[in-house]
């Protein structure tokens, strides 16, 4: 395949795309992926933060050789920080100038400051633009942590690829981008902006899946102590922490053993380098003595 624009031809494709970058993916994410691409429909990911979600957008966005542009979102994120403002500071230069030369046609220097070259232009409004590799990835990043009145502005954005500038009118896309929304689900995400989109459910990875993943992006690490790293976090993610790691974790903690010249998992080891792996410590204090030592022995038993 291409290293440009060119776009899977099916799901096997995709796949195959997809863990030529170092993401292995389950089978139903590349199926949903490749039809989100093949329709051009935004894709809707959900899950426990650290699965992989907004890896697909940057593995995406490589292999096709597009664009990646990212919004991260947050409480409080508005049009100004999301889409477009105006540059007051040179909108208000130009008056001055207008007004020092004598200008005074106050309709046709209204028209003036609100050229397209005094707008600054945002993710959203960028996402818009033609660009010669192809339409770009636009990432917008746990959308649940936005407000419910920015979600709703995006409805009109992820149905017709295109903003409303009053002073300049509409902006359309003239090829779609390749939409991915991501959500943590702190909050539930309306119905109204879920029907614009493909939705698929991105859950742990298997140890099988998981085991893959290691081995790829930390290449320095032993047969023996990767296995028994997917082994500790596929147990832990059994227990009943306000915070089970994730993937992203899971490559942390293995990357940071590797550092320490780790050959195997110890208690001493794991409780050195815990905070690699879980971020509360009303978690790190539940994986202390007995129930530390029950999970490493069952982790490294096979080992």
């Given at each position: 395949m291409s290293a440009t624009s060119t776009l899977p031809v099916s799901v096997d494709a995709m796949l195959e795309l997809l863990t030529k970058r170092g993401y292995f993916a389950e089978r139903s994410l590349a199926t949903v992926a490749f039809l989100a691409l093949r329709l051009g429909r935004p894709l809707f990911l959900e899950g426990e933060a650290g699965v992989g979600k907004t890896e697909i957008a940057k593995v995406l966005a490589g292999a096709l050789g597009r664009k990646l542009i990212r919004l991260q979102c947050y409480e409080g994120l508005d049009v100004a920080s999301a889409v477009y403002e105006w540059n007051s500071a040179s909108q208000m230069i130009a008056i001055r100038l207008a007004e020092a030369s004598g200008d005074t046609d106050r309709e046709q220097l209204s028209s003036d400051i609100f050229a397209e070259k005094f707008l600054i232009k945002r993710p959203l409004l960028q996402a818009l633009e033609p660009d010669t590799a192809g339409p770009p990835v636009l990432l917008i990043d746990e959308l649940d942590r936005a407000d419910e009145a920015f979600e709703a502005y995006l409805l009109e954005i992820l149905s017709d690829f295109q903003v409303?500038?009053?002073?300049?009118?509409?902006?359309?896309?003239?090829?779609?981008?390749?939409?991915?929304?991501?959500s943590n689900r702190t909050r539930e995400i309306h119905d109204a902006l879920k029907r614009r989109c493909l939705y698929h459910w991105v859950d742990y990875p298997s140890a099988e899946r998981e085991l893959a993943i290691v081995k790829?992006?930390?290449?320095?690490?032993?047969?023996?102590?990767?296995?028994?790293?997917?082994?500790?976090?596929?147990?832990?993610?059994?227990?009943?922490?306000?915070?089970?790691?994730?993937v992203a974790e899971t490559i942390d903690w293995a990357t940071a053993l590797t550092e320490l010249d780790a050959r195997s998992l110890t208690p001493q080891v794991v409780g050195d380098t815990i905070g690699a792996l879980l971020k509360y410590q009303d978690d790190i204090g539940r994986m202390q003595g007995d129930a530390l030592q029950k999970v490493l022995k069952e982790a490294t038993s096979d080992n």
């Open positions: 409303t500038i009053p002073e300049l009118g509409t902006v359309k896309a003239p090829a779609p981008p390749i939409v991915i929304v991501t790829s992006r930390v290449p320095g690490i032993s047969a023996k102590l990767s296995q028994q790293v997917v082994n500790f976090v596929q147990m832990l993610r059994n227990q009943d922490f306000y915070k089970n790691p994730g």
